[in-house]
Protein backbone atom coordinates (compact mmCIF):
# COMPACT_ATOMS: atom_id res chain seq x y z
CA UNK A 1 0.00 0.00 0.00
CA UNK A 2 1.58 3.54 -0.77
CA UNK A 3 -0.98 5.78 1.05
CA UNK A 4 -1.30 9.49 0.71
CA UNK A 5 1.05 10.28 3.91
CA UNK A 6 3.44 7.57 5.58
CA UNK A 7 3.88 9.28 8.68
CA UNK A 8 2.52 12.13 10.71
CA UNK A 9 6.30 13.66 10.76
CA UNK A 10 9.81 14.06 9.28
CA UNK A 11 11.79 11.15 10.89
CA UNK A 12 9.13 10.40 12.87
CA UNK A 13 10.80 7.98 15.41
CA UNK A 14 13.56 10.39 16.07
CA UNK A 15 10.60 13.43 16.71
CA UNK A 16 8.19 11.63 18.96
CA UNK A 17 11.21 10.63 21.46
CA UNK A 18 12.13 14.19 21.31
CA UNK A 19 8.37 14.89 21.55
CA UNK A 20 8.04 12.83 24.43
CA UNK A 21 10.88 14.36 26.41
CA UNK A 22 9.78 17.66 25.88
CA UNK A 23 6.20 17.01 27.45
CA UNK A 24 7.91 15.46 30.24
CA UNK A 25 10.34 18.18 31.37
CA UNK A 26 7.79 21.51 29.73
CA UNK A 27 6.51 23.61 32.88
CA UNK A 28 4.04 25.13 30.38
CA UNK A 29 2.19 23.68 27.37
CA UNK A 30 -0.10 26.54 26.47
CA UNK A 31 1.03 29.40 23.92
CA UNK A 32 4.58 30.47 25.31
CA UNK A 33 8.48 30.64 24.39
CA UNK A 34 8.66 27.72 21.90
CA UNK A 35 5.34 29.14 20.32
CA UNK A 36 7.54 32.68 19.83
CA UNK A 37 10.90 30.59 18.85
CA UNK A 38 9.02 28.37 16.23
CA UNK A 39 8.04 31.91 14.90
CA UNK A 40 11.11 33.82 14.84
CA UNK A 41 12.39 30.51 13.03
CA UNK A 42 9.72 30.30 10.45
CA UNK A 43 10.32 34.06 9.64
CA UNK A 44 13.56 34.01 8.69
CA UNK A 45 13.19 30.36 6.73
CA UNK A 46 10.42 32.09 5.04
CA UNK A 47 12.30 35.48 4.91
CA UNK A 48 9.48 37.89 6.15
CA UNK A 49 9.70 40.46 9.10
CA UNK A 50 6.89 38.48 11.10
CA UNK A 51 5.21 34.89 11.58
CA UNK A 52 1.91 34.33 13.73
CA UNK A 53 1.47 30.55 14.88
CA UNK A 54 -2.50 29.29 14.89
CA UNK A 55 -3.64 26.45 15.52
CA UNK A 56 -4.47 25.34 11.88
CA UNK A 57 -3.95 26.65 8.07
CA UNK A 58 -8.07 27.08 8.29
CA UNK A 59 -7.60 29.39 11.24
CA UNK A 60 -4.49 31.23 9.23
CA UNK A 61 -6.90 32.15 6.47
CA UNK A 62 -10.00 32.84 8.91
CA UNK A 63 -7.82 35.15 10.80
CA UNK A 64 -5.84 36.87 7.58
CA UNK A 65 -9.43 38.19 6.47
CA UNK A 66 -11.09 38.80 10.04
CA UNK A 67 -7.33 40.94 10.42
CA UNK A 68 -8.00 42.78 7.37
CA UNK A 69 -11.72 43.60 7.65
CA UNK A 70 -10.67 44.77 11.22
CA UNK A 71 -8.11 47.40 10.12
CA UNK A 72 -10.81 48.55 7.65
CA UNK A 73 -9.53 46.83 4.42
CA UNK A 74 -11.84 45.49 3.39
CA UNK A 75 -16.02 45.63 3.75
CA UNK A 76 -18.84 43.89 3.69
CA UNK A 77 -20.11 42.87 0.68
CA UNK A 78 -16.63 43.44 -1.15
CA UNK A 79 -15.89 41.27 -3.94
CA UNK A 80 -12.69 38.40 -3.18
CA UNK A 81 -11.39 36.92 -5.89
CA UNK A 82 -9.76 33.19 -5.05
CA UNK A 83 -8.64 30.44 -7.07
CA UNK A 84 -11.31 28.15 -8.04
CA UNK A 85 -9.19 25.29 -7.38
CA UNK A 86 -8.76 25.33 -3.79
CA UNK A 87 -9.67 24.18 -0.22
CA UNK A 88 -12.98 24.48 1.18
CA UNK A 89 -11.34 26.52 4.02
CA UNK A 90 -10.36 29.23 1.54
CA UNK A 91 -13.23 30.06 0.47
CA UNK A 92 -15.33 29.97 3.63
CA UNK A 93 -14.28 32.29 5.29
CA UNK A 94 -15.36 34.52 2.81
CA UNK A 95 -18.32 33.66 3.61
CA UNK A 96 -18.96 33.76 6.86
CA UNK A 97 -17.18 37.43 7.15
CA UNK A 98 -19.72 38.61 4.60
CA UNK A 99 -17.69 39.26 1.43
CA UNK A 100 -18.65 38.19 -1.82
CA UNK A 101 -16.59 35.12 -3.46
CA UNK A 102 -15.93 35.46 -6.79
CA UNK A 103 -14.23 32.48 -8.41
CA UNK A 104 -11.20 32.61 -10.68
CA UNK A 105 -10.46 30.08 -13.40
CA UNK A 106 -6.53 28.36 -13.49
CA UNK A 107 -4.88 27.66 -16.00
CA UNK A 108 -4.60 23.49 -16.95
CA UNK A 109 -1.13 23.67 -17.77
CA UNK A 110 -0.17 24.86 -15.02
CA UNK A 111 -3.02 24.01 -12.09
CA UNK A 112 -2.99 27.89 -11.02
CA UNK A 113 -4.60 31.17 -11.75
CA UNK A 114 -2.46 32.76 -14.23
CA UNK A 115 -2.00 36.64 -14.64
CA UNK A 116 -4.51 35.49 -17.97
CA UNK A 117 -6.92 34.54 -16.00
CA UNK A 118 -7.56 37.10 -13.47
CA UNK A 119 -6.99 39.39 -16.28
CA UNK A 120 -10.41 37.54 -17.39
CA UNK A 121 -12.20 37.75 -14.64
CA UNK A 122 -11.59 41.59 -14.15
CA UNK A 123 -13.13 42.35 -17.50
CA UNK A 124 -16.13 40.94 -15.94
CA UNK A 125 -16.20 42.33 -12.16
CA UNK A 126 -13.81 44.60 -10.20
CA UNK A 127 -12.03 43.08 -7.12
CA UNK A 128 -11.25 44.47 -3.60
CA UNK A 129 -8.55 41.17 -2.85
CA UNK A 130 -7.37 38.68 -4.47
CA UNK A 131 -6.66 35.05 -2.41
CA UNK A 132 -4.82 33.23 -4.54
CA UNK A 133 -3.95 28.92 -3.79
CA UNK A 134 -0.30 28.28 -4.59
CA UNK A 135 -1.74 24.57 -5.86
CA UNK A 136 -0.35 21.41 -4.83
CA UNK A 137 3.33 23.41 -4.30
CA UNK A 138 3.18 24.57 -7.93
CA UNK A 139 2.45 28.68 -8.42
CA UNK A 140 1.30 30.55 -11.26
CA UNK A 141 3.05 33.74 -12.62
CA UNK A 142 2.98 35.39 -9.14
CA UNK A 143 5.22 38.15 -9.89
CA UNK A 144 2.79 39.28 -12.97
CA UNK A 145 -0.22 38.64 -10.95
CA UNK A 146 1.51 41.32 -8.19
CA UNK A 147 1.85 43.73 -10.52
CA UNK A 148 -1.67 43.39 -12.00
CA UNK A 149 -3.46 43.73 -8.54
CA UNK A 150 -0.95 46.76 -7.70
CA UNK A 151 -2.00 48.47 -10.73
CA UNK A 152 -5.94 47.80 -9.92
CA UNK A 153 -5.22 48.51 -6.03
CA UNK A 154 -6.25 44.61 -5.42
CA UNK A 155 -5.01 43.20 -2.19
CA UNK A 156 -2.96 40.18 -3.04
CA UNK A 157 -3.09 37.55 -0.01
CA UNK A 158 -1.53 33.76 -0.90
CA UNK A 159 -2.60 30.58 0.54
CA UNK A 160 0.53 29.08 1.21
CA UNK A 161 -0.65 25.74 2.25
CA UNK A 162 0.53 23.44 0.48
CA UNK A 163 3.05 24.93 -1.01
CA UNK A 164 5.75 25.79 1.58
CA UNK A 165 9.53 26.19 -0.01
CA UNK A 166 8.20 26.49 -3.56
CA UNK A 167 10.48 29.53 -5.21
CA UNK A 168 10.08 31.68 -8.77
CA UNK A 169 12.93 33.48 -9.46
CA UNK A 170 11.49 36.59 -8.34
CA UNK A 171 10.88 34.83 -4.90
CA UNK A 172 9.86 32.18 -2.44
CA UNK A 173 5.64 31.54 -2.70
CA UNK A 174 4.08 33.35 -0.11
CA UNK A 175 6.20 36.20 -0.49
CA UNK A 176 4.62 37.84 -3.06
CA UNK A 177 0.76 39.47 -1.47
CA UNK A 178 0.59 41.60 1.79
CA UNK A 179 0.46 38.25 3.84
CA UNK A 180 0.09 34.06 3.93
CA UNK A 181 -1.02 31.60 5.12
CA UNK A 182 0.80 27.75 5.88
CA UNK A 183 -0.80 24.59 7.10
CA UNK A 184 1.08 22.29 9.45
CA UNK A 185 -0.97 19.28 9.25
CA UNK A 186 0.02 16.04 8.86
CA UNK A 187 1.11 15.20 4.83
CA UNK A 188 2.00 18.99 4.82
CA UNK A 189 5.49 19.70 4.04
CA UNK A 190 6.27 19.56 7.40
CA UNK A 191 3.91 18.53 10.86
CA UNK A 192 2.55 20.00 14.13
CA UNK A 193 0.06 17.61 13.80
CA UNK A 194 -2.68 20.61 13.71
CA UNK A 195 -0.86 23.89 13.13
CA UNK A 196 -1.12 26.89 10.68
CA UNK A 197 1.28 30.16 10.19
CA UNK A 198 0.91 33.07 8.92
CA UNK A 199 3.39 35.67 7.19
CA UNK A 200 4.04 39.16 6.65
CA UNK A 201 6.20 42.30 6.32
CA UNK A 202 3.42 44.68 7.55
CA UNK A 203 3.82 45.37 11.09
CA UNK A 204 0.24 46.74 11.46
CA UNK A 205 -1.51 43.62 10.39
CA UNK A 206 0.81 41.32 12.30
CA UNK A 207 -0.70 43.37 15.32
CA UNK A 208 -3.93 42.78 14.53
CA UNK A 209 -3.37 38.73 13.60
CA UNK A 210 -2.33 38.23 17.21
CA UNK A 211 -5.09 40.19 18.57
CA UNK A 212 -7.52 38.14 16.00
CA UNK A 213 -5.15 35.01 17.49
CA UNK A 214 -6.42 35.21 21.51
CA UNK A 215 -9.86 36.67 22.06
CA UNK A 216 -9.80 39.94 20.69
CA UNK A 217 -7.07 41.03 23.16
CA UNK A 218 -3.31 42.66 23.65
CA UNK A 219 -1.83 40.38 25.69
CA UNK A 220 0.62 38.55 22.98
CA UNK A 221 1.36 42.24 22.19
CA UNK A 222 5.07 44.40 23.28
CA UNK A 223 4.85 46.45 26.16
CA UNK A 224 4.27 49.82 24.08
CA UNK A 225 2.04 48.87 21.23
CA UNK A 226 -0.10 47.31 24.67
CA UNK A 227 0.78 50.73 25.80
CA UNK A 228 -0.79 52.29 22.26
CA UNK A 229 -4.16 49.99 22.40
CA UNK A 230 -4.56 50.57 26.40
CA UNK A 231 -4.44 54.99 25.72
CA UNK A 232 -6.73 54.87 22.82
CA UNK A 233 -9.62 53.34 24.64
CA UNK A 234 -8.67 54.82 27.91
CA UNK A 235 -7.60 51.44 29.85
CA UNK A 236 -5.45 52.63 32.90
CA UNK A 237 -4.92 49.19 34.85
CA UNK A 238 -3.51 45.95 34.12
CA UNK A 239 -6.39 44.61 36.18
CA UNK A 240 -8.86 46.09 33.52
CA UNK A 241 -6.27 45.58 30.35
CA UNK A 242 -5.99 42.05 31.12
CA UNK A 243 -9.47 41.58 30.13
CA UNK A 244 -10.22 43.84 27.74
CA UNK A 245 -11.22 42.85 23.79
CA UNK A 246 -10.45 45.46 21.52
CA UNK A 247 -11.38 43.38 18.23
CA UNK A 248 -13.23 40.71 16.90
CA UNK A 249 -11.14 37.63 17.44
CA UNK A 250 -11.21 33.49 18.09
CA UNK A 251 -8.96 31.18 20.28
CA UNK A 252 -7.09 29.80 17.49
CA UNK A 253 -3.82 29.74 19.26
CA UNK A 254 -1.21 27.06 19.01
CA UNK A 255 0.25 24.77 22.19
CA UNK A 256 3.84 24.46 22.87
CA UNK A 257 3.48 21.59 21.53
CA UNK A 258 2.82 22.93 18.33
CA UNK A 259 5.87 25.61 18.98
CA UNK A 260 8.05 22.81 19.46
CA UNK A 261 7.12 20.22 16.82
CA UNK A 262 7.24 22.90 14.52
CA UNK A 263 10.87 24.08 15.89
CA UNK A 264 12.21 20.45 15.76
CA UNK A 265 10.28 19.72 12.34
CA UNK A 266 12.14 22.82 10.48
CA UNK A 267 15.48 20.99 10.65
CA UNK A 268 14.54 19.01 8.17
CA UNK A 269 12.44 21.13 6.04
CA UNK A 270 14.91 21.69 3.50
CA UNK A 271 15.74 18.27 2.81
CA UNK A 272 12.37 17.08 2.72
CA UNK A 273 11.62 19.85 -0.28
CA UNK A 274 14.82 18.62 -2.16
CA UNK A 275 13.54 14.93 -1.99
CA UNK A 276 9.89 16.03 -3.05
CA UNK A 277 11.72 17.39 -6.32
CA UNK A 278 13.77 14.70 -7.19
CA UNK A 279 10.78 12.28 -7.06
CA UNK A 280 8.48 14.55 -8.80
CA UNK A 281 11.01 14.81 -11.52
CA UNK A 282 11.72 11.65 -11.75
CA UNK A 283 7.64 10.87 -12.32
CA UNK A 284 7.37 13.76 -15.23
CA UNK A 285 9.99 12.07 -16.91
CA UNK A 286 7.57 9.07 -17.19
CA UNK A 287 4.51 11.23 -17.60
CA UNK A 288 5.93 12.76 -20.85
CA UNK A 289 6.44 9.89 -22.14
CA UNK A 290 2.87 8.53 -22.08
CA UNK A 291 0.64 10.21 -24.58
CA UNK A 292 -2.95 9.45 -22.39
CA UNK A 293 -1.07 11.99 -19.29
CA UNK A 294 -0.86 15.84 -19.49
CA UNK A 295 2.63 16.98 -18.48
CA UNK A 296 2.26 20.32 -16.76
CA UNK A 297 4.31 23.06 -16.91
CA UNK A 298 6.58 24.34 -14.32
CA UNK A 299 9.12 26.48 -16.64
CA UNK A 300 8.66 29.63 -14.30
CA UNK A 301 9.34 28.25 -11.12
CA UNK A 302 13.25 27.48 -9.89
CA UNK A 303 12.19 25.19 -6.62
CA UNK A 304 9.30 23.16 -6.90
CA UNK A 305 8.45 21.92 -3.59
CA UNK A 306 5.80 19.34 -4.48
CA UNK A 307 2.71 18.29 -2.49
CA UNK A 308 1.70 15.50 -3.99
CA UNK A 309 1.59 13.88 -7.40
CA UNK A 310 -1.27 15.18 -9.60
CA UNK A 311 -2.06 12.88 -12.92
CA UNK A 312 -3.61 14.94 -15.23
CA UNK A 313 -5.05 12.50 -18.05
CA UNK A 314 -6.12 13.49 -21.33
CA UNK A 315 -9.98 12.62 -20.91
CA UNK A 316 -12.47 11.59 -17.69
CA UNK A 317 -12.48 7.97 -19.14
CA UNK A 318 -8.42 7.25 -18.70
CA UNK A 319 -8.31 8.79 -15.71
CA UNK A 320 -11.10 6.19 -14.36
CA UNK A 321 -8.71 3.90 -16.22
CA UNK A 322 -5.60 5.35 -14.57
CA UNK A 323 -6.95 5.16 -10.89
CA UNK A 324 -8.25 1.47 -11.58
CA UNK A 325 -4.60 0.68 -12.31
CA UNK A 326 -3.79 2.47 -9.65
CA UNK A 327 -6.02 1.10 -6.58
CA UNK A 328 -5.32 -2.09 -7.99
CA UNK A 329 -1.79 -1.44 -7.43
CA UNK A 330 -2.33 -0.60 -3.56
CA UNK A 331 -1.67 3.11 -4.48
CA UNK A 332 -4.44 5.99 -2.62
CA UNK A 333 -5.67 8.37 -4.70
CA UNK A 334 -8.06 11.63 -3.95
CA UNK A 335 -9.30 14.37 -5.88
CA UNK A 336 -7.00 17.06 -6.77
CA UNK A 337 -7.75 19.29 -3.68
CA UNK A 338 -11.72 20.09 -3.70
CA UNK A 339 -12.13 20.44 -7.45
CA UNK A 340 -14.19 22.88 -8.72
CA UNK A 341 -15.06 24.67 -5.73
CA UNK A 342 -18.37 26.06 -7.08
CA UNK A 343 -19.62 22.21 -7.62
CA UNK A 344 -19.45 21.74 -3.52
CA UNK A 345 -22.88 21.82 -1.76
CA UNK A 346 -21.40 24.56 1.10
CA UNK A 347 -21.07 26.32 -2.40
CA UNK A 348 -24.27 25.83 -3.91
CA UNK A 349 -25.99 26.62 -0.49
CA UNK A 350 -24.92 30.26 -0.49
CA UNK A 351 -23.84 31.36 -3.93
CA UNK A 352 -26.31 30.84 -6.71
CA UNK A 353 -24.58 32.92 -9.50
CA UNK A 354 -21.79 30.16 -11.16
CA UNK A 355 -19.05 31.67 -13.56
CA UNK A 356 -17.30 29.08 -16.27
CA UNK A 357 -14.87 27.51 -14.91
CA UNK A 358 -13.28 25.45 -18.33
CA UNK A 359 -9.89 24.54 -16.91
CA UNK A 360 -10.72 24.03 -13.15
CA UNK A 361 -13.59 21.61 -14.19
CA UNK A 362 -11.09 19.85 -16.83
CA UNK A 363 -8.77 19.19 -13.68
CA UNK A 364 -11.73 18.29 -11.86
CA UNK A 365 -13.15 15.35 -14.31
CA UNK A 366 -9.94 14.06 -15.65
CA UNK A 367 -7.50 14.34 -12.45
CA UNK A 368 -6.46 13.03 -9.31
CA UNK A 369 -3.45 13.05 -7.12
CA UNK A 370 -1.24 10.65 -4.76
CA UNK A 371 1.48 10.92 -2.48
CA UNK A 372 4.93 12.38 -2.99
CA UNK A 373 6.88 12.30 0.57
CA UNK A 374 10.35 11.34 1.37
CA UNK A 375 9.46 7.80 2.83
CA UNK A 376 8.65 6.70 -0.43
CA UNK A 377 11.53 3.97 -1.29
CA UNK A 378 12.82 2.15 -4.40
CA UNK A 379 9.74 -0.26 -4.70
CA UNK A 380 7.26 2.22 -3.92
CA UNK A 381 8.89 4.77 -6.99
CA UNK A 382 9.01 1.85 -9.31
CA UNK A 383 5.45 0.89 -8.05
CA UNK A 384 4.50 4.45 -9.67
CA UNK A 385 6.76 4.76 -12.70
CA UNK A 386 5.01 1.45 -13.56
CA UNK A 387 1.42 2.66 -13.00
CA UNK A 388 2.52 6.05 -14.75
CA UNK A 389 3.74 4.31 -18.11
CA UNK A 390 1.09 3.94 -20.94
CA UNK A 391 -1.45 1.29 -20.17
CA UNK A 392 -3.49 0.24 -23.70
CA UNK A 393 -7.21 -0.10 -22.53
C1 LIG B 1 -4.80 25.07 -0.03
C2 LIG B 1 -5.16 24.77 1.39
N1 LIG B 1 -5.55 25.77 2.20
C3 LIG B 1 -5.88 25.56 3.47
C4 LIG B 1 -5.82 24.29 4.02
C5 LIG B 1 -6.23 24.10 5.45
O1 LIG B 1 -5.19 23.66 6.26
P1 LIG B 1 -5.53 22.90 7.64
O2 LIG B 1 -5.88 21.51 7.28
O3 LIG B 1 -4.24 23.00 8.40
O4 LIG B 1 -6.64 23.64 8.28
C6 LIG B 1 -5.45 23.21 3.23
C7 LIG B 1 -5.42 21.86 3.78
O5 LIG B 1 -4.90 20.92 3.29
C8 LIG B 1 -5.10 23.45 1.87
O6 LIG B 1 -4.75 22.44 1.07
Not at 39 to 50: P, S, T, Y
Not at 268 to 287: C, D, G, H, P, T
Request: charged letters at 25%; glycine letters at 6%.
Amino acid sequence: MIPLMKSAFLNELDTKDALVKFILKAKKLSMGEQVVAFEKEFAVFQGVKNATLVNSGGSANLAMLQALKNLGRLKDGDKIGFSALTWSTNVMPILQLGMQPVPIDCDQRTLNVMASNLKKRLNQTDLRAFFVTNALGFAGDLDVIRKVCNEAQIILIEDNCEALGTELPSGKTGNFGIMSSFSFFVAHHMSTVEGGMICTNDGEIDEMLRIVRANGWDRNLSAPKQHRWRKKYNINSEFEAKYTFYDLGYNIRPTEITGFLGRYQLKFLKENIAIRQRNYLLLESIVKDNPDLQTLDRSHISVLSNFAFPVLCKTPQLKCRYMKLFSNAGIETRPIIAGNIQRQPFYKKYILYSYELPDVDFVHDRGFYCGNYPELNKKDIKTLTDCLKRHEA
